[in-house]
């Protein structure tokens, strides 16, 4: 946590060199990466980890709902071309270099003690850590609700920056390889909110990696258009609807944010309106 000794700083670079072993030991000798400065050991382990997680679970998503499943989860005529996805694959792999700026510059702050992070959970306590988890998650879905919301009522930020994300507008043109397909200033608006909670809230060190990555699982989630109906979780069925209205659902895990402050739609309400 902020103002701690070098001492216990030191855990988390020996937790950033552990993550980076990982990563990039099966790529590079050791003795290679290891003389790089740190920033960069971090930027290159994140970018190779966050590109193959996107390639994986975006492939093996498709493959399973547009092809295992056809049929079953999507209708034909709303499966998205190759030529979509791969337009999808290429904005996002644009974007990819400079997503992995912001995790990288937060494990910098980390370690250099600027945040309240902490390194062990047995620190703090289960219940203390399932506080300030929750915690954490209420504050980030506070800040991406309202800079999805302000991308699209700022109408300079909304031209510039998030139409390139939503040029799918359709059921047919989404898919889970639209989840990172973002100008890059724009995915990493929505992300701070992840990194501005470590300054908030004690937050374990681990956790706080683990859900950065999971965004881009989660997020292909939400752009696969199958409504999975799990109340309170905003999930693909609502996400479509915003991107064919433009004005409602902007929350990211629940729907409490749209909830509150007035802009939910459920999906559930608009097929019984098509009926």
């Excluded at 003795?31 to 679970?57: E, K, M």
């Excluded at 905003?234 to 209205?245: P, R, S, V």
Aim: hydrophobic content about 45%.
């Amino acid at each position: 946590m902020a103002g701690c000794g070098a001492e216990y700083l030191h855990q988390f670079v020996e937790e950033t060199d552990w993550y980076n072993g990982i990563v990039l030991d099966g790529l590079l000798p050791g003795v290679a990466w290891r003389r790089l400065p740190r920033p960069l050991q971090s930027w290159l382990r994140n970018y190779i980890g966050a590109t193959t997680l996107y390639f994986v679970s975006g492939f093996l998503w498709c493959f399973y709902i547009y092809y295992l499943k056809r049929n079953v989860y999507v209708p034909k005529d709303a499966i998205p071309s190759n030529k979509a996805m791969i337009l999808q694959i290429i904005v996002a792999m644009k974007a990819m270099p400079w997503y992995c700026v912001l995790p990288t510059l937060s494990e910098c702050m980390v370690e250099n003690g600027w945040t309240r992070c902490f390194s062990s959970i047995r620190e703090v306590g289960w219940p203390a850590y399932t506080v300030y988890l929750i915690s954490y998650l209420v504050i980030v879905e506070f800040g991406i609700y309202w800079a999805h919301r302000e991308l699209h009522d700022i109408k300079p930020l909304y031209k510039y920056l998030h139409a390139t994300h939503h040029v799918y507008n359709k059921q047919n043109t989404l898919s889970p390889f639209a989840g990172l397909a973002f100008h890059p200033l724009d995915g990493i608006l929505q992300a701070v909110p992840h990194v501005i909670a470590l300054f908030l809230i004690p937050t374990h060190f681990m956790t706080h990696m683990l859900l950065l990555f999971c965004e881009a699982v989660w997020t292909a989630n939400i752009h696969d258009c199958i409504h999975g109906k799990i109340w309170p979780v905003m999930g693909a069925g609502y996400h479509t609807i915003h991107h064919t209205t433009y004005r409602h659902n902007y929350g990211h895990y629940t729907v409490w944010m749209d909830w509150m402050f007035g802009t939910l739609r459920d999906p559930e309400e608009e097929l019984k309106k098509a009926e």
